[in-house]
C-alpha cells in the first residue's frame, strides 16, 4: 500500500504488466448487436476476413472475458515503457481549490506519443506472425500512422499511410517521425486507389476525411499479396488490446486504496475511452463498482452527442461491414479541428452499446476549441505536462468537473486519461493561444505573474 496522502506518481513495476486484455462482450446484459452485411453488393464481412490478420478476426468475435497477451507483445509493451504511471493531479487541485481529488493517466509517455502503440504492437505482432510482408493503414491526426510505422518496424514489417490531406499538409515533423521509422506515407485521397482516383476527379485539392482513408487502406490491402489492414480505433479487438490502460489503472488505484467516481477521456472512434474505462464498467456492469464515465467529444463530429444509434459503415466508400453505432453518418463532411484525431462519424460498436444501456454520458466543445485550449494551458502550468490536442477535452471535462465539486463541495475522485503528448502540436498550440492574441478570459486560465 502507498500512503496517498504524499505520493504524486503512483507507478507499477513491470512485474505488474496484466497477462490478459479484457473482452467486455460476455459481461453485456441483452445481446450486443453484431456487424452484418447489407441487403445488396458484395459480402463486407468476407472482404475484412481477407485483409485482417486471422487471430485478429478472432478477437473481434471472440466472447471469452480475458484473452491472453502473447509473451511477445508483453515483452514488446515493456520495452515501450508500460505499465504507465497513474498520477495524482495535486497542483491542479489546488489550483484549482477543489475538493475534488484529481488523478490522470500517462499514455503520453508512448515512444511514438501516444496510446495508439498499444494495439499497433499487438496487430504488427499478429501479421507478422502470420507471415504477412506489409501492414496498410489510415491516419488522421497522424498519431495512429505514426504508432503502426513503429510497430511494424520493431515486427521487420512495410508500412504503408494513407493521410487525411488536410492534415498531412501541416504536420512535416510527424510525416519526417513516420518516414524515420520506415513507412511510406501518401496524402489521401490518393492515386493509388480507385477510390482516391475517383475523389480526385472531382476535387484535385480534396481535404480527405479518415473514413475516405480508411477506403483507400482497405482497398490497398485488398488488391496485393501479403499486405493486411490494421484499423486504430473503432473495432472490438482495438478497443480490447487498449484495455490495458484501464487494467492497469485499477490496479494502480488499489494501491492508493481509493476508487474513481467518475472517469473522463476524449473520444473520437472511442479506443482511448474505452481503453482506459472498460474493465471498469464491466464492474459497473456486474453490480461490483459504481463509476460514472464522460467521454469529451468536438461538436464537429459529437456523434454520442448528436449521432443516431444505427447501422451505418466504417468508412467513406463502405467497404467495412455495418456497424451498430452512434453515428452522424459516414459521409459527413466534418470541418478539420486541431484535434483531428476526434473527427470521425461514429463511435465503436462497444461504446455505443454502453451509451445505449446507459452508462457513458458525453459532453461536446464548440469548434473553435479554445476552452478546450485554455484547459491544456491551466494543466501545462500546474502539472507541467504538454497534452495531445485530443488529451486536451479530456483534461477540460475533468476540469470543469472538479469546479463542479467545488461549486456542491463535493469531494469525488475524478480519473482522466492523457492519451498523448502535444510536443508534434505545437503549431496548433501557437495558433490557438500564443499567435492570435487571445487573453485569457477564462477563471480557470492561469495567470502566472500575480499568483
Ligand atoms: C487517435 C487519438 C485519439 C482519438 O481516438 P480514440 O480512438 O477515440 O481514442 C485521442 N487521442 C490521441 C492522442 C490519439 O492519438
Not at 489550483?95 to 500517462?106: E, G, I, M, Q, V
Request: hydrophobic share 40%; glycine share 8%; with cysteine.
Amino acid at each position: 500500500m502507498v500512503n496517498n496522502k504524499f505520493v504524486n506518481q503512483i507507478p507499477l513495476s513491470p512485474d505488474d504488466l496484466p497477462t490478459s486484455w479484457y473482452n467486455i462482450v460476455p459481461d453485456f446484459p441483452g445481446s450486443f448487436p453484431g456487424p452484418k452485411d447489407p441487403d445488396e453488393g458484395p459480402s463486407r464481412l468476407e472482404f475484412l476476413s481477407r485483409v485482417i490478420p486471422k487471430k485478429l478476426l478472432a478477437q473481434e468475435m471472440s466472447t471469452e472475458r480475458w484473452i491472453k497477451i502473447p509473451e511477445e507483445v508483453r515483452n514488446l509493451y515493456t520495452q515501450a515503457g508500460r505499465p504507465r504511471p497513474l498520477y495524482r493531479a495535486r497542483r491542479l487541485e489546488k489550483f484549482l481549490n477543489t475538493p475534488a481529488r484529481l488523478y490522470y493517466k500517462r499514455e503520453d509517455l508512448s515512444p511514438t506519443g501516444s496510446h495508439k502503440v498499444n494495439t499497433a504492437l499487438a496487430q504488427a505482432y499478429y501479421a507478422a506472425e502470420e507471415g504477412h510482408v506489409g501492414v496498410a493503414t489510415e491516419t488522421g491526426a497522424g498519431q495512429w500512422g505514426t504508432a503502426l510505422a513503429y510497430a511494424a518496424s520493431l515486427m521487420g514489417l512495410k508500412c504503408l499511410v494513407f493521410w487525411v490531406r488536410a492534415v498531412y499538409d501541416w504536420k512535416p515533423e510527424r510525416k519526417a517521425l513516420m518516414e524515420l521509422y520506415g513507412a511510406r506515407v501518401v496524402a489521401s485521397p490518393s492515386g493509388m486507389t480507385d477510390v482516391g482516383r475517383e475523389l480526385l476527379i472531382q476535387n484535385p485539392k480534396h481535404p480527405g476525411s479518415l473514413g475516405i482513408a480508411v477506403s483507400e487502406g482497405l482497398e490497398f490491402a485488398g488488391n496485393n499479396r501479403g499486405w493486411v489492414y490494421s484499423l486504430g480505433s473503432v473495432l472490438n479487438h482495438v478497443l480490447m488490446h487498449q484495455t490495458i490502460i484501464g487494467l492497469e489503472t485499477m490496479k494502480q488505484f488499489e494501491l492508493v486504496d481509493d476508487r474513481p467516481d467518475v472517469m473522463v477521456a476524449c473520444l473520437g472512434g472511442g479506443s482511448n475511452f474505452g481503453g482506459f474505462t472498460l474493465p471498469f464498467a464491466g464492474e459497473v456492469l456486474q453490480k461490483k463498482r459504481e463509476c460514472r464515465f464522460l467521454a469529451a467529444q468536438t461538436e464537429v463530429s459529437g456523434n454520442l452527442v448528436r449521432g443516431e444509434y444505427r447501422y451505418d459503415y466504417g468508412d467513406h466508400a463502405g467497404k467495412t461491414p455495418l456497424l451498430k453505432m452512434y453515428t452522424v453518418g459516414h459521409q459527413t463532411e466534418m470541418d478539420p479541428v486541431k484535434a483531428d484525431g476526434l473527427r470521425y462519424h461514429a463511435a465503436a460498436p462497444v461504446i455505443s452499446y454502453l451509451k445505449h444501456l446507459g452508462l457513458i454520458e458525453a459532453v461536446e466543445y464548440p469548434r473553435d476549441e479554445l476552452a478546450v485550449f485554455q484547459a491544456a494551458r491551466t494543466f501545462v502550468q500546474t502539472e507541467g505536462f504538454l497534452p495531445a490536442p485530443e488529451s486536451a477535452y479530456a483534461v477540460k471535462a475533468a476540469i470543469d468537473l472538479a469546479l463542479e465539486c467545488k461549486r456542491k463541495n463535493e469531494a469525488k475522485v475524478i480519473a482522466f486519461n492523457i492519451s498523448g503528448h502535444g510536443f508534434l502540436d505545437l503549431a496548433a498550440y501557437r495558433e490557438k493561444l500564443l499567435d492570435s492574441g487571445q487573453k485569457d478570459p477564462e477563471q480557470v486560465t492561469l495567470d502566472v505573474r500575480t499568483r
